[in-house]
Every structure is written in structure tokens, then in C-alpha cells.
């Protein structure tokens, strides 16, 4: 299973409720929600979609089916690895 990280030279932002990642290499922002602000933190250390699921679940106690959430952040890891803001290794 992949694993994903924080990108060098990446930071993020939290403004309210609405995080924003800058990438100074690229010059690029990335907004994203509460949620995604939370990823980007346990991101700090390689993540796989099914640690970030657990930590999700201890954190928050989610009602989502644990395959759909783990679901769900596989696909917004893959969005964040698309935009360039984490790293993924095997």
C-alpha cells in the first residue's frame, strides 16, 4: 500500500475553517477544507489511506463505513499527489 508525505517546501495556512498549502517551489496555493487541514497535519509523518482512516476514526469517532472513508482519502491523496504538495512511496 502507498504511503504519502509532506513535500518539501510546502507549508500550509489555516484561515477559519480553510486551510491553504503553498508550494514555493511551484508557486502554487491549494485551498482545501477543515478536513483536508487535518490530513496535512498527520501528514508530518508517512500516511497510508487506511493510517489516516484509523487516526480519523480515533480522532473523530466518524459514523462513515471505514472502507468508504478509507475510500475517500485514497482519492484526496491522489488529488494532493496530482497538485504536487506529497510525495508517495511503496
Same mark, same amino acid.
Given at each position: 500500500?502507498?504511503?504519502?508525505?509532506?513535500?518539501?517546501?510546502?507549508?500550509?495556512?489555516?484561515?477559519?475553517?480553510?486551510?491553504?498549502?503553498?508550494?514555493?517551489?511551484?508557486?502554487?496555493?491549494?485551498?482545501?477544507?477543515? *478536513? &483536508?487541514?487535518?490530513?496535512? %497535519? =498527520?501528514?508530518?509523518?508517512?500516511?497510508?489511506?487506511? /493510517?489516516?482512516?484509523?487516526?480519523?476514526? #480515533?480522532?473523530?469517532? *466518524? &459514523?462513515?463505513?471505514?472502507? %468508504? =472513508?478509507?475510500?475517500?482519502?485514497?482519492?484526496?491523496? /491522489?488529488?494532493?499527489?496530482?497538485?504536487? #504538495?506529497?510525495?508517495?512511496?511503496?
Amino acid at each position: 500500500m502507498a504511503e504519502y508525505s509532506r513535500k518539501a517546501g510546502c507549508e500550509a495556512v489555516r484561515l477559519d475553517d480553510e486551510w491553504m498549502i503553498v508550494d514555493t517551489e511551484r508557486a502554487t496555493i491549494t485551498k482545501v477544507n477543515h *478536513t &483536508g487541514g487535518m490530513c496535512w %497535519t =498527520l501528514l508530518s509523518s508517512p500516511q497510508t489511506a487506511a /493510517s489516516l482512516a484509523e487516526e480519523f476514526r #480515533l480522532l473523530y469517532g *466518524t &459514523g462513515t463505513e471505514p472502507e %468508504t =472513508l478509507e475510500q475517500e482519502l485514497h482519492c484526496f491523496l /491522489s488529488d494532493l499527489h496530482g497538485c504536487g #504538495l506529497v510525495e508517495r512511496g511503496y
